[in-house]
Nanobody, 115 residues
Framework: QVQLVESGGGLVQAGGSLRLSCEAS????????MGWYRQAPGKLRELVAV???????NYSDSVKGRFTISRDTAKNAVYLQMNSLKPEDTADYYC?????????WGQGTQVTVSS
């Protein structure tokens, strides 16, 4: 089992920045990829950014150039730096960790961007 605890959400004006954090505990060695997903009201959960064990990253087109995913392997943590935020970035953001067989999710942290 892996436990994920997120922090860092909040309310920000358009153009502002926020940094989300996710700390993992438990059977960390089983994890191949960590990342962030988001779900806006009435919409499906979507990928925002992921980082693999070897450090490769992938971003959704909607956040490329504005968001940066990073990690601290010593702390078993992954971060999402969000710059130039837009109202359409408003959503619940979920930390994810997993491998081919299992997915783990955090409890979610709310991000609200006002116009």
């Amino acid at each position: 089992q892996v436990q994920l605890v997120e922090s860092g959400g909040g309310l920000v004006q358009a153009g502002g920045s926020l940094r989300l954090s996710c700390e993992a505990s438990g059977n960390i060695l089983s994890i191949n990829v960590m990342g962030w997903y988001r779900q806006a009201p009435g919409k499906l959960r979507e990928l925002v950014a992921v980082i693999t064990r070897d450090g490769s990253t992938n971003y959704s087109d909607s956040v490329k150039g504005r968001f940066t995913i990073s990690r601290d392997t010593a702390k078993n943590a992954v971060y999402l730096q969000m710059n130039s935020l837009k109202p359409e970035d408003t959503a619940d953001y979920y930390c994810h960790a997993g491998n081919r067989r299992v997915n783990y999710w955090g409890q979610g942290t709310q991000v609200t961007v006002s116009s």
